[in-house]
C-alpha cells in the first residue's frame, strides 16, 4: 500500500481519477468508440450515480473503474496508483483488493451458503485460514443485516437478501470502491429500497465510495452526485442536493433529509 | 508483496465440490478412466502371471538339461520337409556318455516316446508312453511318491514294469492302490511299481498323463523302430550338463560327436537340434513379454479414450461455468487460480477413476486366477505405481487445454455469457 500513498499522497482523497480515457473496440472490420474521452474524479466517501441510455458507453466505463478492462488511451489512477496499464493477473489483484463488484444478477454461485460466498474473494486473498475467512465473512454479512442467514443458499434466500450478500461479498476485502452496475434491477422496488437502504448506510455510516452505474433517474437520486453520459462523453455532472432517503421495510420514497 | 495465491487445499475443495455437483456425470466421466486402469492392472498381472508360470514350467524341467532332438529347427518349430533325414539311436546316446570326449557332459538319457493305449481291467485312457533311463528322472530330478522307480538292472533285463503318473493312477485305478496291479499297454502287461510325483500344469499335454517303461521294454515290446544298421531309434536325448556354466560346452560337444556319427560334411546343417533349456526360457519370456506389453497397449489406448471423455467433460463444464469462472475472475481469481481450479478437477476426476480401477484390476485377476487355476495373476506394485500415474497424468494431460481454456476467459464477457 505505501507506494500509493508515495505516487500521489496529495490527491489521497480523490479515489478515483480518469484522465481523458478513450475506449475503442473492435468489432470485425468496424472499430466502436464506447468512450472518447471521459475525464472524472470521485472523492473518497462520495456516492456518485454514472447515468445514461444503453450505448451511452457506461457499461465500457464501468468495466474500466472495475479493473475488468483496460482503457484504449487515457489514465486510470485508483488511489493515485495507475491501472489502466496493467497486465491480467495484475488487475485481478486490484479488483479483490481495492473494488467491490455488485451485480444486477447477483452472480452469486448457486450451490455455496452466503457465508462461502463472502469467502470467495478472501480466498483469493490468500487468507488461508478458514476461520478468519469465516469471521470476516460473517462481520459482512451483519454488516448488510444478513447475521442470521449465514448458511442459507440463494435459492433459500429473496432477491434482495441475495444482492445484499452480493453486497458482503463486494465488502469483505474492505475495498476502495464498492461498484455496483444496475443493482436494483431486478429487484421489485420493496427490494430495491432494501439495497439502496444499504448501500446509503454504508455509505453514510462507513464512509464507504460507492459508484453506481444506473439508467433509473429514481434510483440515481439516492445519490448525491448524478454525472450523465452520452455518446462516450460525459454531458452532464450535477450535484443532488436532496438526495433521495431509502428506508429499511418500505418502498422506495421521496423525503427531505438534511 | 505478500505472494497471493489460492491454497491448494482450497483448490481441491473447490474442486470436489463441483465434482459432487454433478455426480452422475463425474461417475460416468470416470468410467473410461476405470475401465482403463482395471485392464491394464488385470492385462499386465495375467501377463506377469503367465510369464511365472512359463518360467516355473520350464524350471520343472530339471535344471542344467539339454534337448537333443531330431531335424532342424526352422523358425522355433520342426520343419516337416527335415524331419529326421537320421533319427537319433540308441548308439547315438551311448556316443555322448564318453567323459574324454565330452567332459562337459553328465548324464544323458534317452527317450522313446509314443502315445499308446493304456488300460486296466475295463478301463482304458490314451497315454504318452516313454521309454527311458533311470538316468531320466535323474536328470529330471523327478521322484516317484509312491512305489519306487525301476532300476538299470530292469531296464537291462527287459522288465515289464512301469511308473505312472498320477492323472494316469487316477483315471484308471480310481480308489485302488495301483502298485502292484497289472496295466496293459498296447495289449502287453506291465506291473505297475510306482506313481510319480505330480508336476501339475496343463497346457501342452500333462506330464502327468505319462506312463514311463524302461526305454529297453519299449524298444522290444511295445514300438519297434529300428535303423537300417539295426540301432534302435529314440525320441530324443536329455543331456545334462556337470554345471550351469558348462551347458554352452555341452552342446557343443554333442554336436560335433553327432555330426561325425551322422556322417555330416562340412558346412551341411547339423541334421539334429540341441536345446538349451535356458533358450526355450529365454523364447517364451520374449513370447510373454511382448504379450504383456500388447496386452498394456491396448489398455493404455483404452486410458487415453477415458482421457479424451474427461476432456470433454471438462469442455462442457468450463462452458457451462463460463459466468462463475468471470465471477471469480472479478472478485480477483487470477489466470492460475482457475487454470488450478480446473486442471485438479480434471485430475482428481482421473485418480478417483484410477483408484476404483486398481480395484476392480486387482479383483479382475484374482477372478482370472480362481478360473485359470494353473496360474496365479500377480498384480505387482510396479504396474499399480504406472496405473495410478497414468491416470494422473491422462487427467493433467486432457485437463490441460480446458483449463487453459477456462484460464483465458476474459473476465467481462465471461459474466455477460448467457
Not at chain 2, 112 to 129: D, F, G, H, N, V
Amino acid at each position: 500500500m505505501s507506494e500509493i500513498m508515495e505516487s500521489n499522497g496529495s490527491n489521497s482523497e480523490i479515489v478515483i481519477r480518469l484522465e481523458n480515457i478513450v475506449k475503442i473496440y473492435q468489432m470485425g472490420k468496424v472499430q466502436v468508440h464506447a468512450l472518447r474521452g471521459v475525464s472524472l474524479q470521485v472523492q473518497r466517501g462520495d456516492m456518485i450515480a454514472i447515468m445514461g441510455p444503453s450505448g451511452s458507453g457506461k457499461s465500457t466505463l464501468m468495466n474500466i473503474i472495475g479493473a475488468l478492462d483496460t482503457p484504449t488511451s487515457g489514465r486510470y489512477l485508483l488511489e493515485g496508483q495507475d491501472v489502466s496499464r496493467l497486465n491480467d493477473d495484475q488487475l485481478a489483484e486490484i479488483r479483490n483488493k481495492r473494488i467491490g463488484f455488485v451485480f444486477q444478477n447477483f452472480n452469486l454461485l448457486p450451490r455455496l451458503t452466503a457465508l462461502e460466498q463472502v469467502e470467495l474473494p478472501l480466498v483469493y486473498a490468500g487468507v488461508f485460514s478458514r476461520r478468519e475467512r469465516r469471521r470476516r465473512a460473517q462481520e459482512a454479512l451483519e454488516r448488510v443485516g444478513l447475521g442470521d442467514r449465514l448458511h442459507h443458499r440463494p435459492n433459500e434466500l429473496s432477491g434482495g437478501q441475495q444482492q445484499r450478500v452480493a453486497i458482503a461479498r463486494a465488502l469483505v476485502n474492505n475495498p476502495s470502491i464498492i461498484l455496483a452496475d444496475e443493482p436494483t434491477g431486478n429487484l421489485d422496488s420493496k427490494s430495491g429500497a432494501e439495497v439502496m437502504y444499504i448501500f446509503q448506510h454504508l455509505n453514510q455510516e462507513q464512509g464507504i465510495t460507492v459508484v453506481l452505474v444506473t439508467h433509473e433517474p429514481d434510483i440515481a437520486r439516492h445519490t448525491r452526485r448524478i454525472v450523465y453520459l452520452r455518446d462516450g462523453l460525459i454531458v452532464g455532472d450535477e450535484s443532488v442536493l436532496h438526495p433521495k432517503v431509502a428506508m429499511p421495510g418500505g418502498a422506495l420514497y421521496e423525503a427531505k433529509h438534511r | 508483496m505478500f505472494k497471493k495465491t489460492m491454497s491448494l487445499l482450497e483448490a481441491i475443495r473447490t474442486a470436489l465440490r463441483s465434482l459432487a455437483a454433478n455426480k452422475l456425470r463425474s461417475a460416468l466421466t470416470m468410467l473410461g478412466i476405470i475401465i482403463g486402469v482395471a485392464a491394464v492392472i488385470t492385462l499386465l498381472a495375467v501377463g506377469q502371471g503367465v510369464e511365472s508360470f512359463v518360467r516355473a514350467q520350464f524350471e520343472s524341467i530339471g535344471t542344467y538339461v539339454l534337448f537333443v532332438i531330431p531335424g532342424q529347427l526352422e523358425e522355433g518349430l520342426p520343419s516337416a520337409r527335415n524331419r529326421s533325414p537320421h533319427p537319433l539311436t540308441m548308439g547315438d546316446a551311448r556316443a555322448l556318455q564318453d567323459p574324454i570326449r565330452a567332459p562337459s557332459v553328465q548324464r544323458v538319457a534317452p527317450v522313446l516316446q509314443k502315445s499308446a493305449r493304456a488300460s486296466y481291467r475295463k478301463k482304458e485312457i490314451i497315454a504318452q508312453i516313454l521309454g527311458v533311463t533311470p538316468d531320466y528322472f535323474t536328470i529330471r530330478n523327478w521322484p516317484a511318491v509312491e512305489g519306487r522307480l525301476f532300476t538299470e538292472e530292469e531296464v537291462a533285463g527287459h522288465t515289464r514294469v512301469a511308473t505312472i503318473g498320477t492323472l494316469v493312477r487316477d483315471r484308471l485305478f480310481r480308489d485302488i492302490d495301483p502298485i502292484g496291479k497289472t496295466i496293459r499297454i498296447n495289449n502287453v502287461p506291465f506291473k505297475v511299481i510306482g506313481v510319480m510325483e505330480e508336476k501339475g500344469g496343463g497346457g501342452f499335454g500333462s506330464e502327468d498323463l505319462r506312463v514311463f517303461v524302461p526305454i529297453t521294454t519299449a524298444q522290444t515290446r511295445l514300438f519297434r523302430g529300428r535303423t537300417y544298421r539295426g540301432d534302435y531309434v529314440v525320441s530324443a536325448i536329455l543331456v545334462s550338463a556337470v554345471s550351469e556354466e558348462a551347458m554352452e560346452d555341452a552342446a557343443q560337444e554333442i554336436t560335433q560327436i553327432l555330426r561325425e556319427r551322422h556322417d555330416i560334411r562340412y558346412l551341411d546343417e547339423d541334421d539334429f537340434t540341441v536345446i538349451n533349456q535356458k533358450d526355450l526360457i529365454n523364447i517364451f519370456g520374449d513370447i510373454t513379454r511382448v504379450l504383456t506389453i500388447f496386452l498394456g497397449a491396448i489398455a493404455a489406448i483404452s486410458l487415453i479414450v477415458g482421457g479424451i471423455g474427461i476432456m470433454n467433460i471438462m469442455l462442457v463444464s468450463v462452458t457451462e461455468r463460463t459466468r462463475e469462472i468471470g465471477l471469480r475472475k472479478a472478485v480477483g481469481a487470477r489466470r492460475r487460480d482457475i487454470l488450478l481450479q480446473f486442471l485438479i478437477e480434471a485430475v482428481i476426476l482421473s485418480l478417483i477413476g484410477g483408484f476404483v480401477g486398481i480395484m476392480l484390476g486387482v479383483a479382475g485377476a484374482f477372478l482370472v486366477s480362481q478360473f485359470a487355476g494353473d496360474f496365479q495373476a500377480r498384480v505387482t506394485i510396479e504396474a499399480v505405481a504406472l496405473a495410478t500415474g497414468f491416470s494422473a497424468a491422462v487427467g493433467l494431460f486432457f485437463g490441460i487445454y480446458p483449463a487453459t481454456r477456462a484460464a483465458r476467459l476474459h473476465p467481462i464477457e465471461a459474466l455477460r455469457y448467457e
